[in-house]
């Protein structure tokens, strides 16, 4: 990684804070509504037991905690990102949907993570790590604070294998995407460093790697839509 991009991660919340109201429709559009569908993945995911209680990391405008409530056995799912203004929008968002005692989103670090050990069943984050300054600094938190045999669920973006699609791909994150992104977002350049943060991300077996050094077990992994995402998963 280069250290320009590793200064900007650190601080990259700015970012958030500073796209936060376009960034649910931008998010939609710019994925022609793909990222629902991604997002959908982690109710699946969910261990087979009763009362989970889940830890949603760089929730964002609270849309996995959104989808997580689906599913009854989900008792509370607490948020938690660095961005006020991306969780003074997914506020609203639960606020509107009167899921305030199922829901609780506040502000935190990812990456230290300020809760006890073994606090929570699951621990998901959906395209949030690739933004954190040292995920394997958060991937150790997440071990710490699961419980024995809870689960961690990690939605992020990853490359096509298949060349004709990893050009179109590039060709689209590379041009159109950033080109739309920053004119509607009205940031100068945030979704070119959205871009250059995925592809730099490590992905596939090499971030599986990452989850079996925390000390995660049982780790696999699935990519979705040509490869675009790829959603891991390991057990305490
Ligand atoms: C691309 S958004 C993903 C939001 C949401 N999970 C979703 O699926 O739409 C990335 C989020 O990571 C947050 N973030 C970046 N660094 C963080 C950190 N160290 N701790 C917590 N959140 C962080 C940003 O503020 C932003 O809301």
Redesign the pocket.
Known sequence: MTTKLATRKKE??KI?DEIAPSYDFL?HFLSLGI?IYW?QKFLAALPKTDKIVVL??????G??PLVLVKDKRVKKVTG????KG?VDIGKKKIQKKKLEKKIELKL????KIPFADETFNVVT????IR???DHKESLKNIYRVLSPKGKVLIMEFSLPKNSVMRFLYFFYFRNILPRIGNLFSGHGDAYTY?NKTVEDFPYGAEFAGHLKEAGLKNVSYKSYTFGIATLYQGEK
């Open positions: 990259s919340y958030f998010n990222d997002r949603d990391l760089a929730t964002g405008t849309d996995v938690i990102d660095r961005s991306m935190g670090d990812g990456v984050i959906s395209f949030g933004n954190f300054s959205l």
